[in-house]
């Protein structure tokens, strides 16, 4: 049994429906909260359990930061795997509202720690970022690299979340994988990500804010290439015997702690340009462009070395650039009866 939080978000929404798919019963937890349109929160429960059987997926709505509803899930089911993909996403949110940071992505994922601690697991899976890189001009980011210097609150949560599972992970032996998303993309996605923004503003004929005047890079990575990585790292869990890389954030792993961290990326860095000109070529429209400074928070460059994730799994993500816009466009153009 699998326990996904944040299943009504966009990956946890795919992750389920894979997992579903493979004959896995899953549990899933989310919140519903109003970041941005609760109704495609709802249009994806609706898509999970229209490929359910009975019994399979049971859906609790909840706070990871009540811990008292987390235990109350946990005592009844005791899953053997959790992937923990529910947190406050968004760079450029995390300006704007920075206690909601504190609240979901520390004190609900120490509960998620705490919870492995009084009901053992065999592996915790949980979502970080690429923007834990913050300022390191090294590319491409490798999981040994410094993240010392993160560019905002988000990326400041998601190295923290990896210190805390670090810890855990040492003093209680919790098998835990991080996992070091890029740019994810893809159709259901977040109606605040670039991609979803991009392809609104030009049906509607309004402006595309274009940031650091489109000189920017991404390691733009798809879903289901997310997805396929994700379900082949469930049952990897790393051992106690086992070191990566020798050290973390300067911490040594003299003890041998089963813990890891695997960057997810397509591995292709592309200008964000270029991104606009597939869009608009798979739109068959053209953008209006509105170019703005670089805006805080923002990296100008991100790309990843998988070469762990390829030695741990035998998967390298590969869906193009092309093929993955194209697949969006369709899912809006008849999701939003364009």
Known sequence: MILVTGCAGFIGFHLTNRL???????????????????????????????????????????????????????????????????????????????????????????????????????????????????????????????????????????????????????????????????????????????????TEAILKGKQLDVYNHGNMVRDFTFVEDIVESVARLINLPPSNKTIQNGTHFGIAESNYVPYRIVNIGNSTPTPLMNYILELESCLGRKARLNYMPMQMGDVMETSADTSLLQKLTGYKPKTSINEGIRSFVNWYLDFYKY
């Open 20 to 198: 579903l798919a493979e004959g896995e019963t899953i549990i899933g937890i989310d919140n519903l909260n109003s970041y941005y349109d609760v109704k495609l929160k709802q249009a994806r429960l609706a898509k999970i359990s229209s490929n359910t059987t009975s019994g399979q997926f049971r859906f609790y709505k909840g706070d990871l930061e009540n811990y008292k509803f987390l235990e109350e899930v946990f005592s009844k089911h005791k899953p053997d795997l959790i992937v923990n993909l529910a947190a406050q996403a968004g760079v450029r949110y995390s300006l704007e509202s920075p206690y909601t940071y504190l609240s979901s992505n520390i004190t609900g994922f120490l509960n998620i720690l705490e919870i492995c601690r009084k009901y053992p697991v065999k592996h915790l899976l949980y979502a970080s970022s690429s923007s834990v890189y913050g300022a390191n001009a090294k590319l491409p980011y490798s999981e040994s690299d410094d993240v010392s210097r993160p560019l905002s609150l988000y990326a400041s949560s998601k190295k923290t979340n990896e210190l805390m599972a670090h810890t855990y992970s040492h003093l209680f032996k919790i098998p835990s994988t991080g996992l070091r998303f890029f740019t994810v993309y893809g159709p259901w996605g977040r109606p605040d990500m670039a991609l979803f923004l991009f």
